[in-house]
Structures are given as structure tokens and as C-alpha cells.
């Protein structure tokens, strides 16, 4: 059997150890585990591959010693990583068939409505559980915060509930959200963010009506002081922003320069007040957000969006997955969903990471292909695929220090010296599925 | 195949008419017609079902010339009628396969995101078109409102929409919402009114947090009035009310004796005016509405619903769809959906009408099974089902005329004679099916 659980309680996530507990408890073994993303808190699961309970896992990617797990090749089948949209069209496309949905419901009436805004263990956006909820064949909620029926607004609703457990905390408040996050002080991620700004500013696409999306990383988070600034002085509105959202997309939209926001996930307190409170703030589903085979994800409609990366490389292919040691660190998200369906991909990371060079011959694993990648923005430099001639066109009379991927690659490697290559085995640990379903690429065991 | 259209354009509605003729031009024959209702205004496909256009119609029911039509035997197929939630049950399981659904769509973008709110064509709710939205091998979006991208709130989301068409009027705004629905002035009605909430009042349900349903009949619609009274009165608030939404409604909504409203449709400006502004007015699907084999709809959560009849008989079985004569006139609507989901089915009519008994011994159509029916009430007298020997007990210290059916039907034979059944051919012109698909009846073409 396969279960599934959400991931918008992050590593205040109480649900999803408890409940792989609970089944292990019972002699359950041989499940596979597909929740929408895993955090540093899901490494109590580890025991528990280990006997066997869980022997496959699928979902957006690993971090910290579940990354490393993964990486092992301990689970008895290579994890299969799915990107948000990617996920939302496997369950839609009975790939990923899931057997019993557990959702952690802030908020729940005894009918089963749910929404992720009220209660202590409020989350915001239950995106990516409306998609487990629509689709599992067992819906089960479970709750600290039973209310008289009706709850609404209904993100979730009693049609899809079959059962609910009521617990003394499903989550803890600290770790599901934090306070407002800030803009970064860094003044590499500043320059960086200015860069992407700058770059957005003269590709055709910054005008009245646009639209766009940020990151959570510090560079891409950042640039939304600065595109703030440039929609102030030039009296531009964007018709709709979208992602995980967080403060500074709240700000513009509460002062106008933002229409509607649609919300997959909430970063931090202010979004989840914004999306209790805005008429204009939307809650929407995974498959709404990004899944490429429905009559039309939001992603599609996307101008800008400004993403992070681990590396990348002369192809412009992005990697968020593997660190330098090809260890699992990272998560897919909407990385390639998005990057397929902007007009304008702008990947912004640092030149170097330490003694590492960010712009490769080959990335390790690639998570985003090169052709849906428009643009790698540096602090030293900015590389534009060479398949955009009209960008490059656009870009050419600006003073942004625009330059070929091959002449970025040289800067790093000049300071750096050629990276060794990763030393990996034969074995499969993990596979990258595309958008659409199509294995992108493998990450095999490192030795 | 097999066509759909929503039927919330009521009277008003371009669309069905219009598109019925474009696939008779092309030459297309034997298509299903599957809307979720017939309106007078669809007589006019009525030769293009005599051309073989259409061979088949699945709906609710059918009035005026197009009942008299279906009752005739022309089609080459019974027509199928289903409840509202016996119609979304069906296309949830695949038993009805809807190819195309044309949604007129009173405000859309160019993504295909659609409400029902905004625009010369406002209707309310979308209920009965998301199910067709979300089920439909392809649907078209036919608007004469295209507004920037994007619409919301979204009650039909661009992901499940295939293809958007702009006609200059997709409708007549005098014939899809009237002005404020009034209370009758009937006195007949209002003291059947009267007595259907005297039988609320002391049933054992009329107590803070109670549910309700009122029908968009006379005498129906007249019990808002004196549940109003009754409430302010008794300091009693309802947690939520539900149905085809009427003023009166809206008004007990703005007064805080209804916390929230479940809404399918609208009958009127105010009701979608209502459904507009104000945030505890929320709209459903005919799913969410009353699907019985998802995981509970709204009306099994229901205390009361009062609800019209053509006639009853002595086991407590109504038709709401064939007039004494044995013509299709009506339509089956949430009438059994609600009768079994709420703990108290109250169904009101006048005892006589003309020189008609309406208790009969059978009626010639069962829609709602008597076992799903607790009270009966007349301007004459009250019956109460047997098998609720409860509410028997709660109202015997009432001064209402509590009697068996049998008396019932006693007084109003004795006014009017025994009524001559029905002469009726072997010929089947239509299924009645019950919520959960069985068939609870046929009508046979009369003779």
C-alpha cells in the first residue's frame, strides 16, 4: 500500500512520524511512503526503513540525514522524485495510486471540512493535501482543533473525509511557520537579486499586467525589494504573483502592486494572516499550481519566476537535488514546473560556494532541463540561453555584465581550478521524473 | 455521445438551444442530451430531437411542451431522470460519460477560470457545472463576459476547461434571476406554511444549531417567514442552511440566524448579490450538495427540509414529476436527495387541488420513497409516518390536526370521490432513478 501525507506543517510536522509509528506498532511492512515533501524532522522515519515498514519512498526530494539514507541505497527501491506538479498529475494519472491519504488538519468539523487557517497549528494553504484528499482511496484527518460543523472557508471538504482523529497536537506552531520572512542582508544575494531585478526590467515582460513568481531562497526572496522599487517608480501592477509565499509578496500586495496572489504553501505568519483575510490572497492545489496535464496550471500563465539552484552547468541545466558530493540534499518543488511554464526563467545562485564553482561542464543530476532555463544571473556575471536571441537583444544596451554560460564557467574555474568529478557506483538510489512523467535523469549511490 | 449543459440560466438561457441547433447544422445525429435541468425555454430543441439530433435525454425532469414531448414516446430512448445528487453520483461513477459540457460562464478569462457572479449574465452558484466541469472528457466555456486574467473567486478553475468561446449574449438576465423571491400571500399556502413549522417547532430538531432546507415552492418558501418569527423569538440561530437560494434566506443569513449558507443555485438578485459579498454565503456542487456515495454531502447533514409534492400516497411515496394526467411536468431536483438525508422530511401541499385528491392510494410516479418522508402537511390536516413514532410523541400536546393518512385521504376523497387512475400504455418513457441509481419507477406513456 502506499500512504501519503502533506508537508505544509514542515519540520513542525508532528503527523507523519506518529502515524509510520503507529504502523510499524502494528506489523505493517513493505508500505511506500509518498508524502509531498520530506523535512529535517522526518528522519525518526529512518528506524523504520530500516525494519522494513516503509521500502520505497516518493516525493519531492531529502534533506539532512534522510538525504543521506536516501543516498545509501538502504530502501529496497530507488526513491522516485517528483516535482510539485509532477506529483499532483502522477496522483491525477493514477501513476501514483495512494491508497490512504493522512492530512493534518488544523481545522476540522466532524464532517471532515477542513482548512489549514484557524487554530494553533494553522499552516495556511492545504495546496498540496487537496490533491492527496481528491484522489486517495482513504481520506483520513486528523486534528487538534475539532469545531462545530460547518468549517469554512472549505479547503478540504466532508465529500473527501472518511475518517478523523482527534489528537492532543499535530503539529508544533514554532517549527509550521515562522515569523515574517525578512529580505537577506547579504550583499552577494542583494547583488545577485539586483542582477535578476535589473534582468527582468528589460526582457519585455516588466509591464502593467504581469505576472510572477519568487523562491524562498535568499536571492530570490530578496529581489522582491527590488522589484517592489521598480513597480513603484514605473506605476506597474502585476496581475497575479504565485508559490510558497512569504512577507515580502504579502507587502505588494497589500499595497496594490500585486492583484492576487495564488497559494500553494505558506512560508511564515503574515501569509497565513493574508490568506485568512484577503479576498484576493487564493488558496489553490497542487495541480492547479503546476501539473502540466490538466486544461491549464497557474505555472503556465507565469511571465517571471526567479529560482534557486545547487548548480548548473554550460547547457543551462539546473541541479536543486545533490550537493558536490552527489549526497541528496535538496527537493525538486515547483523548480521545473515553473521553469517550464514562465516565460522569463531566471536562475540566480553565487558564482562560487565556498572553493566550489556553481557553473559546471555537466550538472550531477539534472532536475530542470537547460531548454526552459532563460537565464543565470551571478554576482559577476549573467549568462542568457543563447536560444533567447530576443532577450539578449533586449539586454544588449543595459550595463548588466551579460556574458556568455562558457565565459561564467571560465571566471569560476579561473579561482577555482576544474572540479573533480563525483565518484558514484553503479547503483540507482533515486530517480528524477520530469513535469510530464519522463525520467529526467537517475542519482546513483556515491562511493 | 453525450452533451451537457447547467441549467442555472433557468428560463434565461441561450445556450443550450443554440448549440443544439450549430450540432444539427454540422449533421450530427444521435447524440445524448445530459443537462442537469430543462427549462420551458428548451421546447425549441424539440425538433431537433424529432430530426434524430438528439435520441436520448438524461435529466431532471421536463415542463410545458418538452414534458408533454418526453411523456409522447418520440425519443428512440426513455428519458433518464435523476435526482441532483443522484446526477452528480452518476458522473462521478462513469455511469454517465459526458463527452462535451458547454458551461455558459457569466464571467471568464482567457485561462478559462469561470464564476457566476459578475457579469449581465450573473447566475449565483455554479454547482451543477462544476460537476460537469470536472468530469467532462472536454469542456467548452461559452461567455459573453472575457475579463483580464485572472478571474476569481474561481467556482470553475482554468485547469478544467478545454476551450473558450465569446458570444455577444449567452443569456437573458430578466429570465435567469428574478427580483427578490416574495412570501406568498396565499392564505392557503401560509397557513400550510404555519402548520409545517408548528410540526419544526416541536419535532425534537428546532434547537440552537439546527439545519435546514427550504423548497422554492409557496407554501415552502412562506415557512421562512415563520421559522423567522419562531427563531427570533426563541433566541435559536441555525448553523446552516441549504438549497436553490432565495431572498428570504439571504435575509435570515444578514439577520445571524443562519451562520452559513450552502448554495447550489439562485433564484434571485438577492441570493447572488449575497453569494457576492458576503463570506459565510458559500457555493457548492451538486456534489458537495448531494452526492450519496461520496464521503457525505451537505444534505445528510441536514435537520429539516420542507419540500413540495404533486401528490402522495398513503405509504408516504411523492411524485414530483407526472401531473394527474401522466405528463412529465415537474422535476425530480433535490427532492430525494434532501428526504433522506434530513432527520425530519416534511412535504407540504394543498389537500385538493381543483377537484383532485393529493393523498392518493399509490401515486402514479415515486420520486422520494415514503420511507424517507416523516410528515405530511395540509391546509387540513397533518399526517405523521407511522415508522416515527418519536415526533408522533412529540407532537401529540400540540393543538395541530395530527391525523393518519388514512383520514387524511379520507377527507379529501369525501370531498372529491375516488380519482380514476391513470390510463397508460405498456410503453416506458422514462426511468426514475433514486440517488444511489436504482430505479424506483418508470412512467409508462398514457394513453
Redesign the interface.
Known sequence: MTIAFHHHFRNGDYILNRVVAAIAQKGIKGLTLAPSSLNDINEAIIPFIEQGVITAIETSGGRGKLGRFMSSGKLSKPTIIRSHGGRARAIEAGELKIDVAFIGAPCCDA??NINGINGRSACGSMGYAMVDAAYADK?VAITDNLV???V???SI??????FIVVLDSIGDPQGIASGALRISRDPRELLIAEYATDVIEHSGYFKD?WSLQLGSGGASLAAAKFIKEKMLAQKITA??GVGGIAAPFIDMLEQGLIK?I?DVQDFDIPSIESLKNN??H?EMSA??YA?PH?????VN?LDVVILSATEVDVDFNVNVITDSNGIIMGASGGHSDTAAGANLAIVVAPLLRGRLPMVLDRVNTIVTPGETVDAIVTERGIAINPRRTDLIDNLKDTRLPIMTIQELQKMAYDMTGRPEPIAVSDEVVAVIEYRDGTIMDVVRKPL
Open positions: 464532517s471532515g481520506v462545530p460543523h460547518p469554512f472557508p472549505i471538504p466532508q465529500t473527501q473525509v472518511d499586467g496581475s497575479f492576487t495564488f479576498p484576493n487564493l495541480s492547479y501539473n490538466n486544461g491549464g496550471p497557474i500563465n
